[in-house]
């Protein structure tokens, strides 16, 4: 019952995708109800491979699972934005949103003449002062 609360929150009302919420103590009713939470998560946007099965809450099986299906979609709620979540933003990350951009073909040929800071730079590179690194190492024996 709290899951499906919890995915109807994150809708706009009249939009809810659960539109009734069975108070049952049948474990069939109660099993039928996770699994469309976790239908209706999959419809908001978490992705298949972050969704639990039901059987991992059910029966204790791999509650990390239920946790990462409860994180992604608070990852997801917190990225929309949409005004329906109502919790602190900072208890999720927000995923990353493409930044497209288009560059001209004359951008891309000026692009590569360029170094990147990351190679370091090509100025006053020189080999004065290096020492030859094939010499052997001279040995004066005492007296």
């Known amino acids: ?4 609360e919890l995915i109807n929150s994150l809708y706009a009302p009249g939009q ?7 108070h049952s103590d049948m474990a069939f009713k ?7 939470f976790l239908q ?14 039901t059987v991992d809450l059910w029966e204790g099986k791999d509650l990390a699972a239920v946790q990462r299906t409860l994180m992604a979609l608070g990852n997801l ?5 949409d005004g329906n ?6 208890w999720f990350h927000k995923k990353a949103q493409e930044n497209r951009r288009d560059f001209s073909d004359d ?28 010499r052997p190492r001279q040995i004066i024996k005492g007296s």
């Not at 019952?1 to 499906?4: N, P």
Request: hydrophobic share 30%.
């Open 1 to 4: 019952q709290v899951l499906s």
């Open 16 to 22: 809810k995708p659960i539109k009734k919420i069975q």
């Open 30 to 36: 109660q099993m039928e109800q996770v699994s469309q």
């Open 40 to 53: 209706a998560s999959e419809r908001y946007g978490v992705v298949k491979t972050d969704i639990f099965q």
């Open 77 to 81: 709620a917190v990225t929309k934005n």
């Open 85 to 90: 979540y109502r919790g602190d933003p900072n």
């Open 107 to 134: 951008q891309l040929k000026e692009g590569q003449s360029v170094i990147g800071l990351q190679m370091g730079t090509n100025k006053g590179a020189s080999q004065a002062g290096m020492t030859g690194y094939g």
